[in-house]
């Protein structure tokens, strides 16, 4: 019956069994058999091994075990120990962006017994659950890619299904430690860049209260054509496209400048100060331009002003500006406000600040080109 829990002795796994589907050779059925084995051994189910038979996801469950784990708990063992309800995990998890968990397990445990030190701590559970939104989008992200990258590593030509479900478990029982030590090291020091771009005024620390609202220098950057490449190459190409501009941007920016996130073809960034922000714009778009003819241009527009902060992004009109300017840059080309312009003039040669339309923007928009900084190919 599915979804019974049953011992290898109770299911010999004759050929043509559901669970072998798929296997061609003896060796395939053999390999298939001993990995079926170990995985009721640690105590998954006849239902769970066969959908991801179907699937195409068996030779994955070791590597699930073990970063997962089988053992369970009860909800009143997690309220005694945490003073946290399932509702409580259920809410965390949903914000983390996963699943609701059909189970406690003791990864659930753990993060409760750290939810509570938070709290404890003086943190409201809904500012916790803010932290955990945005975390949980960042991680995800890195949690593709690490997965991605354990493929192009350790897949390797001929081998078993049982291989490579016992190299993936391997890897992930040691590689995942030490990938969490990078990432919290990591976020200990973007921890570090982010108080560097904080303010905090005399009126914020008479009011108890940080100001929300502040001026910000706010750059958006995209290739030119990128759309319309994804029409004409194969996929593997426009990723890898894309991944390169945010390799190229990360090599450029410095602190106090700080990508705030990347969207297929274009970057943000941001930085309480201007002139550095327009520094390293003018950086990126000149090394992309130098990626030779194979590669997209890239265009970027620049806007200071109020901005507002929330979810780890930036939000407000200047924002939106910055965001609307690319689209009246030639590729190649760095365009601003006359603000901008006005603030940077002793430091960047722009051209007079011209009147424009900008689509999505009310009324009048003055905008300056920066001078001489055209690729090579934008200036063919």
Do not use: C
Request: charged residues 25%.
């Amino acid at each position: 019956m599915a979804g019974t829990r049953r011992t290898p002795a109770q299911l010999a796994l004759p050929a043509g069994h559901p669970l072998l589907a798929g296997t061609a050779t003896d060796r395939d059925r053999r390999a298939r058999r001993r990995l079926v084995r170990e995985l009721f051994a640690a105590g998954l189910s006849e239902e769970e091994i066969r959908h991801a038979v179907e699937e195409d996801r068996l030779v994955l469950l070791p590597a699930e075990v073990v970063l997962q784990g089988r053992r369970t708990y009860s909800d009143a063992t997690l309220e005694r120990n945490t003073g946290f309800t399932r509702d409580d995990i259920v809410e965390f998890t949903r914000a983390a962006g996963l699943a609701a968990p059909p189970e406690i397990t003791a990864r659930h445990l753990a993060t409760a017994a750290s939810l509570r030190q938070l709290v404890d701590a003086g943190l409201d559970l809904d500012s916790v659950l803010e932290v955990t939104r945005v975390a949980g989008q960042s991680l995800s992200s890195i949690a593709r890619v690490i997965v991605r990258v354990v493929g192009r590593t350790y897949l390797r030509a001929g081998d078993s299904e049982y291989d490579v479900a016992a190299r993936y478990a391997e890897v992930a029982a040691q590689l995942t430690p030490v990938m969490g030590r990078i990432i919290d090291e990591q976020l200990r020091l973007h921890i570090h860049d982010a108080l560097r771009q904080e303010r905090l005024s005399p009126s914020a620390r008479r009011r108890g209260r940080i100001d929300t609202g502040r001026d910000m220098a706010i750059a958006f950057a995209d290739l030119v054509g990128f759309t319309r490449m994804g029409s004409r190459v194969h996929a593997d190409e426009v990723g890898r496209v894309a991944a390169r501009l945010v390799q190229i941007t990360t090599e450029v920016v410095e602190p106090p400048v700080a990508m705030v996130k990347n969207v297929g073809d274009a970057v943000m960034l941001a930085s309480p100060e201007l002139e550095p922000l327009v520094e390293n714009v003018l950086t990126l778009v000149a090394r992309v331009g130098d990626e030779g003819a194979d590669y997209p241009e890239l265009r970027a527009g620049i806007a200071y002003g109020p901005v507002v902060p929330a979810a780890g992004d930036w939000y407000g009109h200047t924002v939106n500006l910055a965001s609307r300017l690319t689209a009246v840059a030639r590729p190649g080309t760095v365009v601003a406000t006359a603000a901008v312009r006005a603030m940077t003039q002793g430091h960047v040669a722009w051209s007079h600040a011209l009147p424009r339309r900008i689509r999505g923007i009310r009324g009048t928009v003055f905008v300056a080109k920066a001078r001489g900084v055209e690729s090579a190919r934008a200036e063919r």
